[in-house]
């Protein structure tokens, strides 16, 4: 692009004035946001190699297999890692469907009035809410309400309350990304209202719904504050087996560990840290998988 230069009136591709300005302040935010991309994984790396630096040395075969013990040597992950997954996976059990289920309705089904904006709304507003809010509406109404007690059930359903605004957003986005014209196609053919949806809009928006489902997931599996509002135990020396049993996770357990005054028990919270990174890492990376085999296809 040309140029004009006001005092001389030479025709310059050097850009002057305003625009030269805003050209200069276009590079300078591209360092801007770089240096600050920079410093917050340097952050992250320092703080992975710190941890792995404490805690590398105590994970072993024992420590996973352990129970917890007030001999730092001897404790172990065995109850959270049990108790964490039987939360996790009622949590899955109990918030998926109904997600899924909701966003089918609101993008293909809900008529578009005013109504369903204001639950638009305050679906995205409820996906901000800190998690201690779900911990003590999760106290009031499962834990004392329902009588459920600081439960394995309990925990769950607080979770997937956390959870489900998160993947209903995430869902509907990805039915919106289907295009209107395979609706239109199946619709023209012949198909219901629900076979257009079953065989065409849900395979279509399949890759974000599990993205969108294991990301809400992995927030879930690191979870404190909630589960800690509702009751949830620092010492249970035992396997659950039930869901109307007492629980404790590793999110917790971690907590209970690094409140302890002994360094020793901190270098445990270290080990059970890489436990839940390589977790929520892993889950990650099924997502990314299934996201890009659902593309593929």
Known sequence: MAFVDGSTGEISLQATGAVARRQALSRASRYVLLAATLVGVGVLLYLGYETIDRGGS??????????????????????????????????????????????????EFAPRNRVLTLVKLNLANLAGVPSIIYGILGLALFVRFMDLGPSILAGSLTLALMI?????????????????????????????????????????????IMTGMILAVSRAAGET????????????????????????????????????????????????????????????????????????E
């Open 58 to 107: 105590r994970l072993s075969i024992d420590f996973l297999t352990s129970y917890p013990s007030r001999f730092a040597e001897r404790a172990g992950l065995r109850s959270s890692l049990i108790g964490w997954f039987w939360v996790l996976g009622l949590t899955v059990i109990l918030a998926i469907p109904i997600a899924i289920g909701t966003a089918i309705w609101m993008e």
């Open 164 to 208: 489900l605004p998160m993947t209903v957003i995430a869902s509907q986005e990805a039915i919106r990304q289907v295009p209107p014209s395979i609706r239109h196609g199946a619709l023209a053919l012949g198909a219901t209202r629900w076979q257009m949806v079953w065989n065409h809009v849900l395979p279509g928006a399949m890759p974000g």
């Open 225 to 296: 504050a909630a589960l800690i509002m509702i009751g949830a135990f620092t010492f249970i020396a035992y396997d659950n087996t039930r869901p109307t049993e007492d629980f404790t996770t590793v999110p917790v357990q971690i907590y209970n560990w690094t409140i302890r005054p002994q360094e020793a028990f901190r270098q445990n919270a270290a080990a059970a840290i890489i436990v839940l990174m390589v977790f929520v890492l892993t889950l990650n990376l099924i997502a990314a998988v299934i996201r890009e085999r659902f593309r593929s």
